[in-house]
């Protein structure tokens, strides 16, 4: 079955911190698709990241990096020099070859950066 | 334009009453969908149309009624909600094997 744990369920920061958030996945597939969505207070979700199975390169994207493990199958998510604009909720999500419109979601971390 | 659009924003019904949410994008995307989410949850999927058939329905119950008239467009027509069913309801659209979904802003529904 497939899932997604995400285990900090609020985390507070002062701006300029580092932080990171972590995601733990579950699957039997060997192709799968992982993502990293943003959720402001206006409830829009903002597509962030995908990766997929095969592609375990780290990224990075300005302040953001992402950092993908399949041996300890984790995809945790790192803001560095946080900035009030960044406090949102934070879901990692799942999809697998075979159900590859349906998207599996974690619990999401709520991040409070304080300025 | 990465757009995916909701109406209506907000909306307050009656247990009795009849309403539609509706989505539109026009990025092409042969998939869409409905998202229902609870305050404090993830969003949990109700329906997947893809290429205008409807391809999943997460045992939804039947007071919810998805409509895929054409390849921009999504309705969810609603009938004798419960209070339960308040939430907020986000319709995203994806390309068919990319994958990554595009969420509207949703739209906050209250039954009362």
């Known amino acids: 079955a497939q899932k997604v744990t995400q285990a900090q369920t609020e985390i507070s920061v002062v701006e300029k911190e580092d932080v990171t958030l972590d995601c733990v996945y579950e699957?039997?597939?060997?192709?799968?698709?992982l993502f990293w969505y943003k959720q402001p207070p206006s409830g829009e979700l903002v597509f962030l990241i995908r990766r997929n199975s095969f592609d375990e390169q780290n990224e990075i994207s300005g302040r953001y990096s992402w950092n993908f493990q399949k041996s300890t199958s984790s995809f945790n998510f790192t803001i560095t020099a946080s900035q009030v604009v960044d406090s949102a909720v934070y879901f990692c999500a799942l999809s697998d070859l075979y159900n590859f419109n349906k998207f599996y979601f974690g619990s999401g971390t709520k991040l409070n950066v304080k300025p | 334009d990465t757009e995916v659009t909701q109406t209506p924003k907000h909306l307050v019904m009656g247990m009795t009453n009849k309403k539609s949410l509706k989505c539109e994008q026009h990025m092409g995307h042969r998939a869409m969908y409905w998202y229902k989410q609870k305050a404090k949850k993830p969003p949990e999927l109700m329906f997947v149309y893809s290429y205008e058939k409807l391809s999943i329905n997460e045992s939804v119950p039947s007071r919810f009624s998805p409509e895929c008239p054409n390849s921009s467009l999504l309705n969810l027509h609603l009938h004798a909600l419960q209070p339960e069913d308040s939430a907020l309801y986000l319709c995203?659209?994806?390309?068919?094997?990319?994958?990554?979904?595009?969420f509207g802003q949703g739209t906050r529904l209250t039954v009362v």
């Open positions: 995203a659209s994806s390309q068919e094997r990319t994958t990554e979904a595009f």
């Open positions: 699957t039997r597939d060997t192709t799968y698709y």
